[in-house]
C-alpha cells in the first residue's frame, strides 16, 4: 500500500532501497512492483523499450502492463438466495503479450480467456455440489476475432455425477453441449441459431438404450422419459 518514487536514466536505469532491499533495473521481473509511469516532458513511459526483457505476458503495447492471470481463492455469497461458493476463481488472458491497448477506443484483438471455477457449491436446504467449471473462447490469429466459445463442467451432486462439454459458433450462434452422468445417462443437445435444435438433438440413452428425450412443452428445456416422468436439465 506504499508509494515510492524510482527515477530513472535516460536506458531506464536506476538503483532504488525500498524496505531495506535494493532494488535496480535488473530486478524487475523478481519484484512485485505497480509501476505507474510519468515523464517530466508530459509523454508516457515507453515501457516496452525500457524494459526490452520484460516476460512477453506481462506486455500490451506501450501503454503499461496488464495481468496474465488473476487468482481469486475464497468464497463467494448471494444474499438474497444464501447460496455460496466456496473455492478458486482463476481467468487467463491468454493473449496479454500481443494485445495492443495503448489505444483503448481502436483495440484491434479479441481478448483470448479462459476462467476455471473449482469448488463447493453451498445452497439451503439442497445437499453441497463440488462443481469444476472451464470456459475459454477461441480467437482466430489471421482476424483476432472470436471464432468459438468452448465450455466444460463436471459436478458431483449427491450421489450424481455429470460431465458437460461444449462448444459454441459466435457467428453462426451453433453449438453442441453433451451431458454424460456417472449412472450412464448421455444426450447431445444441438443449438442451431441461438436456440435448440430439438430435432437435431439425440435422445437420451442409457447404456446404449434410448430411455427419454428432451422435451419443450413447457418452454423450458426438460428431460421427459418413456416412462412419461419428467427431469429438469443437470
Not at 508516457?44 to 526490452?52: A, G, Q
Not at 526483457?53 to 503495447?61: A, L, N, P, R, S
Not at 489505444?103 to 469448488?119: A, I, M, Y
Amino acid at each position: 500500500g506504499t508509494t515510492y518514487t524510482v527515477t530513472t536514466d535516460n536506458y531506464g536505469h536506476f538503483h532504488k532501497e525500498i524496505e531495506d532491499v535494493e532494488y535496480d533495473h535488473n530486478d524487475v521481473l523478481n519484484a512485485d512492483i505497480t509501476y505507474k509511469g510519468t515523464c517530466s516532458n508530459g509523454g508516457v513511459p515507453d515501457l516496452d523499450n525500457l524494459y526490452t526483457e520484460v516476460q512477453t505476458d506481462h506486455k500490451i503495447g506501450n501503454s503499461g502492463y496488464l495481468p496474465s492471470l488473476i487468482t481469486f481463492d475464497g468464497s463467494i455469497e448471494n444474499l438474497s438466495t444464501g447460496s455460496e461458493l466456496l473455492g478458486d476463481i482463476k481467468v487467463e488472458l491468454l493473449n496479454a503479450g500481443t494485445m495492443n491497448l495503448s489505444d483503448l477506443d481502436h483495440v484491434e484483438e479479441d481478448p483470448h480467456v479462459k476462467v476455471t471455477v473449482s469448488g463447493t457449491l453451498k445452497r439451503p436446504q439442497i445437499d453441497d455440489t463440488i462443481l469444476n467449471l472451464t470456459y475459454e473462447n477461441s480467437v482466430d490469429t489471421e482476424t483476432k476475432k472470436t471464432t468459438e466459445h468452448t465450455i466444460r463442467v463436471a459436478y458431483v451432486y449427491g450421489t450424481t455425477s455429470v460431465n458437460m462439454n461444449g462448444t459454441f459458433d459466435e457467428n453462426l450462434e451453433n453449438g453442441t453441449l453433451e451431458i454424460a452422468s456417472g449412472t450412464g445417462l448421455e444426450i447431445t443437445i444441438k443449438v442451431e441459431d441461438g436456440d435448440i435444435d430439438y430435432e437435431k438433438t439425440s435422445p437420451l440413452t442409457k447404456d446404449g438404450r434410448v430411455v427419454g428425450y428432451l422435451d419443450d412443452e413447457t418452454d423450458v428445456p426438460r428431460i421427459k422419459y418413456i416412462d412419461g416422468s419428467f427431469e429438469s436439465l443437470p
